[in-house]
Every structure is written in structure tokens, then in C-alpha cells.
């Protein structure tokens, strides 16, 4: 693997054990913007740019998302520098009431961060029709 950044992120205990039952072992977790701006997104609009955020989870690393979220939960967490523009030091994924939180040191970024599974699959016209938007 060459040489990727890596940044921290605390994982709080109640986001981690809602984030483990979505993980089998080998898997990796991203960290990716959910506002259409990329193959994960499953919404997209004007309003959701850098607002929504989502964990994907996948069966390998993504050479788009290079950069390491290093964490105290144990997972393989990985962004990329799309997300990192919305994002600043002191990252935190928390959990209260079964909603996983994302936020910084400016505060809260994400109150209701999804955790998937990615499941790739070609659109269909009408999918694509259809798209949401806001």
C-alpha cells in the first residue's frame, strides 16, 4: 500500500456497537458524503451538500478513499479528501437513542449518520428518473 494520511476519529461505545452489526470481519468502513457526489450516495440534492454523511460498509478499501481513519473501535475506517473539505480535527461518532452522530471540533455535523451495506448494481431508467433529490 503506498503511503496513505491518516487522521483520528473516537469512536464512542454506543456508535460502535451499532456500526459492529453491520461489519463482518474483513470488511472496511467509509466514511462517504451521502449528496449524490459519489457511487455510495443514496440522496442527493443542493441541500444535502456536506450535510449528509453515511458509513458504507464494504468488502475492500477503495483506492478513492486513501485516507485512514484511525480509531479506537478496531475497524478499517477509510475517507476521502471530498469529505475531509466538510470535516475538521477532532472527529467523533457517537450514538444516542439507535442515531450515530457524526461531529468535530465546530460541533455537530451529522445528527443521523445511516450505516450500509454496499451492494453494487447498475441503475435502471426508471432509478435514474426517479432520483431523489431535495
Aim: glycine share 8%.
Amino acid at each position: 500500500m503506498t503511503d496513505l494520511k491518516t487522521i483520528s476519529i473516537n469512536v464512542k461505545d454506543e456508535a460502535k456497537a451499532i456500526i459492529a452489526k453491520h461489519v463482518k470481519p474483513g470488511q472496511v468502513v467509509l466514511l462517504t458524503l451521502d449528496d449524490g457526489s459519489n457511487k455510495y450516495s443514496t440522496q442527493g440534492g443542493t441541500c444535502t451538500i456536506g450535510a449528509d454523511f453515511q458509513l458504507v460498509v464494504v468488502d475492500k478499501q477503495d483506492p478513492a478513499y486513501d485516507i485512514v481513519l484511525e480509531n479506537n473501535a478496531g475497524f478499517e475506517m477509510y475517507t476521502s479528501s471530498d469529505e475531509m473539505a466538510f470535516l475538521t480535527d477532532g472527529l467523533v461518532l457517537n450514538a444516542r437513542n439507535a442515531l450515530i452522530s457524526l461531529s468535530d471540533n465546530s460541533g455537530i455535523i451529522d445528527g443521523a449518520v445511516s450505516v450500509n451495506e454496499y451492494h453494487p448494481h447498475a441503475l435502471t431508467a426508471e432509478e435514474m428518473k426517479a432520483g431523489k433529490t431535495c
